[in-house]
């Protein structure tokens, strides 16, 4: 078992010191944002503008969707798609990380 | 829980007499007997909700113990004092208007709220009218996320997604509407020796859609139960003039007329009240869509919306925290 990306660890870390304040918890990395009560749509325009900033990607409307935003794994995925359109999203081969 | 073949959409029909019995009588022990106060004010709008509280507030405590309070400001419709002034001369109670812009502008609220919106439309200025719009949440599964709507004097509107400063930056600055409001309600409240009516309907209270500490606040909330169209069938038993029964539901907060779907509830208050209903009763979705005449995708997505807004609505109810509980005498 592969760790996770270097990708999907910094938004690890993004999710947990912006929305856990620094308190680490047990959460997967295919977890639901939302359902997890981790992050809400406030929450999600946090997450964008740290997305567009670090990684210097435009984040469209439609765009705008829990498939897309919704887990470290799917974020992670999404960030590969768009910063590399012509490789495979590879979040799937991600393991579920653990604190 | 399943409704059965016999279920429709009189799910929320209520008996408006019964219903209005019992309200009343909630005012008299609230006011009266548990707030020990003399009557009541109600910050009328000219909507359905304020004017269906002043009606009942007015029939509970007597017309000569109400006071309806008038509180516009730069980017209210004229409309809203126009009506509130029609429910209060019909119901012949005291009645007051306060135009809380000098406090707003005191306040920098329009200043700080216009400096928000130039973060995202730096062209925005004098002569600009603006609201804030949700997406449609129903028909595609996507975020929350508010855009403002610029319209210049002259020309086209512009609509631009808001970053999180924009975001924070306006809903910041326009609160401040909600708070002036109820600072001058209490001001009659103290002069009067009367309790604060709030004026939330159930949507509004479970969604969240009011101001902490703003349009929040009050002594006692005669309508949070009911759903809005309840409030509706409350309002023709109890005879509000028909102009504001048909009034659309406005927030009445930016220069722009902004619908509440627009601002929150991304349905009809119709079906809204029923996915409402549904999610309060864990009526499976394909049950309510046949009901509300959606399709179970749409009631899906609404479920998770509500589930949603509940969430963050909780902050807005919470009452203050603690170290440990304290004792007062009685």
């Known amino acids: 078992m592969s760790a996770a990306s270097p990708i999907a660890q910094q938004i690890r870390a993004f999710i947990i010191e912006n929305f856990l304040y620094g308190q680490e918890r047990e959460f997967n990395n295919d977890a639901s944002f939302l359902d997890e009560g981790i992050v809400d749509s406030t929450g999600v325009l946090q997450l964008v503008a740290f997305l ?6 435009t984040v469209e409307d439609e765009e705008l969707t829990p498939q897309n935003l919704d887990s470290v794994n799917s974020v992670a995925a999404y960030l590969s798609r768009k910063t590399n359109p012509s490789v495979e999203a590879f979040s799937r081969d991600i393991p579920e990380a653990r604190a | 829980m399943t409704l059965g073949a016999a279920a429709s959409s009189d799910i929320l029909k209520l008996d408006a007499q019964a219903e209005t019995e019992r309200i009343v009588a909630n005012i008299r022990e609230h006011v009266f007997t548990r707030l020990k106060r003399k009557g009541a004010v109600v910050g009328a709008s000219g909507g359905i909700d304020s004017t269906v509280v002043a009606y009942l507030c007015a029939r509970a405590l007597g017309k000569e113990r109400v006071v309806a309070l008038f509180t516009p400001e730069a980017d209210s419709s004229p409309d809203s004092l126009r009506l ?25 609220c329009y200043e700080r709220r216009d400096a928000a919106i130039r973060k995202v439309v730096p062209e925005y200025g004098e002569g600009y009218k603006c609201k ?9 599964d996507r975020y929350a996320i508010f855009s403002i709507v610029a319209l210049p004097p002259t020309g086209s509107a512009k609509k631009v997604r808001l970053t999180l400063d924009s975001y924070l930056g306006i809903v910041a600055a326009t609160n401040c509407k909600q708070r002036a409001r109820k600072m001058i309600e209490y001001y009659y409240a103290d002069l009067y020796q009367y309790a604060v009516a709030g004026t939330p309907n ?70 809204m009240d029923l996915c409402l209903y549904g999610k309060n009763h864990n009526i499976p979705s394909g049950e309510l869509a046949a009901i509300a005449g959606m399709d179970e995708a749409q009631v899906q997505r609404a479920y998770a919306m509500i589930e949603s807004k509940r969430a963050v609505a909780r902050y807005l109810r919470a009452a203050p925290l603690f170290v440990e509980e304290i004792q007062i005498g009685d």
């Open chain 2, 202 to 271: 159930r949507l509004e209270y479970d969604q969240g859609f009011f101001v902490k500490n703003g349009d929040g606040a009050a002594d006692f909330k005669p309508i949070a139960h009911l759903y809005k169209t309840q409030v509706y069938q409350l309002a023709a038993h109890l005879g509000v003039p028909d102009e504001i029964l048909r009034r659309p539901s406005t927030t009445d907060t930016y220069s722009l007329e902004q619908s509440q779907e627009e601002f929150y509830f991304s349905l009809p208050f119709a079906k």
């Open chain 2, 84 to 108: 509130g002034r029609m429910v209060a001369g019909d119901l012949g109670v005291k009645s007051f208007v306060e135009d809380i812009s000098p406090i707003l502008k005191g306040a920098r």
């Open chain 2, 132 to 140: 804030i719009v949700l997406p449609n949440m129903v028909e595609v």
């Open chain 1, 52 to 57: 567009e900033e670090t990684y210097g990607i």
